[in-house]
């Protein structure tokens, strides 16, 4: 079958013939019609995640998908022939750029009915990131304040309207150009990154979703009230990922040290800051197909690219512009 792979960590995207995917007995193999772009293809592809997720090469890359249900493992109970679903893959068997992918039913959900796979596709990978991170992690309550930085991203679009349902009052960072999308999607307070600096704006915050690191998460922690947390996606990582992801002792200490001087900045201000790395879940994406057919969670796909020009989709990663989520369809 066709498939876009990586042949060398740094090494472009290619089209390759590759082998049929294998589909054991608790996998259900899916016709791809539509894949999801994350800027962890673009990562993976960089081999950043090489000593975290050691994958073999070639890989093929691609963490969201949505199609039909083509077969099912002997032990598959939740899916029959036909089934239109999606789901982001578990993080060791991810490859998505390709016609046909096995995904083990734990991860897989139906989609939702009232979008197109496209939509459903954008899906996954950034929902339940964003439920991992404000329901799970940041138990947010009604009445709490979030602050969701780069609100018009993958993450941001769908972290803002979760956190409107969820009862909150939302504050995002956007560029000037987003400030009506992204209220449009529910933010209460809008602040333009590039003219305005968040940290004199918003105080006594109960929690932070931070897609940006560095500085951006130094500043976050000061926007929190004592007590409060700052989730950060993009890193630095910490010990407890490092126990998730079974690193050894000494990835685990490289690990903490790595975010040793922004927890010791956390400490002394009495927030706390976690690290989080999203998971596949069947279960958290079936209550995100009930919050999309009910209309609280609207896909924002920003661009639809040909399964052709799957190379030229990631290269696209780093291009500033896109609303929401870039996507691949398949014929
Ligand atoms: N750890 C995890 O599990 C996990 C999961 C998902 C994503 N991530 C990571 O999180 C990051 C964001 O992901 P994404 O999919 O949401 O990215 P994305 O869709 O590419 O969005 C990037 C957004 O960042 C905004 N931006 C750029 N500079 C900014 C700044 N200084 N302040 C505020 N916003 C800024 C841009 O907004 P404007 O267009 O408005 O300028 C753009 O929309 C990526 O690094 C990704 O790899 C991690």
Request: glycine fraction near 10%.
């Amino acid at each position: 079958m066709r498939a876009f792979v990586v042949k060398q960590y740094k090494g472009p995207v290619q089209q390759a013939d590759v082998p049929e995917p294998v589909v054991g007995e608790h996998d259900v193999l899916v016709q791809v019609r539509a894949a999801g772009l994350n800027m962890l293809d673009e990562k993976i592809r960089a081999g950043e995640f090489r000593r975290i997720l050691p994958y073999k090469l070639p890989l093929i890359l691609g963490n969201d998908v949505a199609g039909t249900v083509l077969g099912v493992g002997a032990k598959v109970r939740g899916f029959r022939l036909g089934d239109e679903v999606y789901a982001r893959p578990g993080k060791d068997r991810i490859g998505t750029f390709a016609e046909r992918i096995a995904v083990a039913e734990a991860d897989l959900a139906l989609k939702p009915a009232s979008v197109s796979l496209e939509e459903a596709a954008s899906l996954p990978l950034v929902a339940l990131t964003a439920w991992q991170a404000l329901v799970e992690r940041g138990n947010l309550q009604p009445g709490q304040r979030v602050l969701i930085h780069a609100g018009s991203g993958g993450v941001g679009t769908v972290a803002i309207q979760l956190a409107k349902y969820l009862g909150a009052t939302v504050a995002t960072t956007v560029s000037a150009g987003n400030a009506d999308f992204v209220r449009e999607l529910g933010a209460d307070f809008v602040i333009d990154y590039r003219s305005q600096d968040f940290e004199q704006l918003v105080e006594g915050y109960d929690l932070v979703l931070d897609s940006l690191g560095g500085k951006n998460l130094e500043k976050s922690l000061r926007v929190l009230r004592p007590g409060g947390k700052a989730i950060g996606i993009a890193g630095p990582p910490d010990a407890a990922f490092g126990r998730e992801v079974g690193a050894n002792p000494v990835l685990r200490l490289a690990m903490a040290a790595l975010s040793s001087r922004i927890r010791r900045q956390a400490r002394r201000l009495g927030v706390t800051y976690e690290f989080l790395f999203m998971r596949a879940s069947g279960d958290q994406l079936r209550q995100i197909t009930a919050l999309v057919d009910s209309g609280v969670l609207r896909p924002v796909v920003g661009r639809v690219f040909d399964f052709d020009q799957t190379v030229q989709a990631v290269q696209s990663l780093h291009k500033a512009g896109i609303r929401g989520k870039a996507v691949i369809s398949l014929p």
